[in-house]
């Protein structure tokens, strides 16, 4: 019998194989981790470590057993900067009156714009999507009618190149390769989780998890990189009709605004507890 190891990338895997004979099968074997040091503050997190079973009996061969790791980061975090507006975009001269969401897609040098409402006054169009440059340059427009409606939110994924679309009455998140966002290329199904109004996701850009916000039900989730639930949080009643999430990965908070909290961000953590409000 040969157990090998897997584990994510950020979790370094020093004993790979373990090997169980006739003779040593009683015998408690170990199995040696460490952390890859960065220089990126991050605090803690946990991950999945899976070990695999060999063996020529299929009693045991292709056994598997997970086990959860926790990660502590030797690295200082910095309190958050104070935000300050450095431009502002005036989207609506290229028609999009209500833009929802906002994506960089860096080997594009593209800034994407949804807009949830512009099959409605004054426009009645099909078109719910923009690209621009950095600047506000105008380049294209799209339409993803034919699988959204309502797309709430945008989100590069830097893991699979992909950029994801919340829809809220669809209650799905849509996949689409940027290059041409008009096709859908995959799908992740957000009703088994009772999340009615998915807005804003957002990519950890270390672990691949994906967090949204359910508007309706004020709620906060995260869910795996393959879109498995992961938890679901009742956000503090201050925070009302939560619409906008940002993740800032180095200090690992989120900022979290509404459509009935105007002025307002809230700095929150992963368990939605708030940290501060600008």
């Known amino acids: 019998l040969t157990v090998t190891t897997t584990g994510p990338g950020v979790v370094g895997v020093v004993t790979t194989t373990l090997t169980s004979t006739a003779q040593n099968w009683q015998t408690a074997q170990t199995v040696a981790l460490t952390a890859v040091n960065d220089s990126l503050a991050e605090g803690p997190e946990s991950f999945g470590i899976t070990l695999t079973a060999s063996s020529s009996d299929p009693g045991y061969n292709g ?16 309190p958050p900067l104070a935000p300050t ?18 994506a960089y897609i860096f080997g594009l040098d593209l800034l994407f714009i949804a807009d949830s409402e512009h099959d409605e006054s004054p426009f009645y169009s099909q078109l719910n999507l923009f690209a621009t440059r950095l600047d506000g340059t105008f380049v294209a427009s799209y339409s993803m009618r034919s699988f959204t409606r309502e797309p709430t939110g945008l989100a590069y994924n830097p893991f699979n190149g992909q950029l994801y679309v919340t829809d809220d009455d669809s ?5 689409v390769n940027p290059a041409d ?5 995959g799908e992740i ?23 949204l916000l359910d508007g309706l039900t004020r709620t906060f989730v995260e869910l795996t ?18 619409e906008a999430l940002a993740y800032d990965a180095a200090h690992d908070v989120f900022y979290i605004a509404g459509g009935a909290t105007r002025g307002t961000i809230f ?3 992963h368990s939605g507890n708030i940290l501060n409000t600008i």
């Open 63 to 78: 056994m598997t057993s997970t086990l959860t790791v926790s990660v502590v980061d030797n690295d200082v975090v910095q």
């Open 85 to 102: 507006v450095v431009a502002i975009d005036n989207s609506y001269v290229y028609g999009a009156a209500d833009p929802s969401g906002i």
């Open 171 to 175: 209650d799905k998140i849509f996949i």
């Open 181 to 185: 966002p008009t096709t859908k290329v």
């Open 189 to 211: 199904n957000l009703k088994p989780y009772g999340i009615t109004d998915a807005e804003d996701p957002v990519i950890d850009p270390v672990t691949g998890h994906i967090f």
């Open 225 to 242: 990189s393959t879109g498995g639930l992961v938890q679901k949080t009742v956000l503090s009643t201050v925070i009302k009709d939560p």
């Open 267 to 269: 700095q929150t953590d």
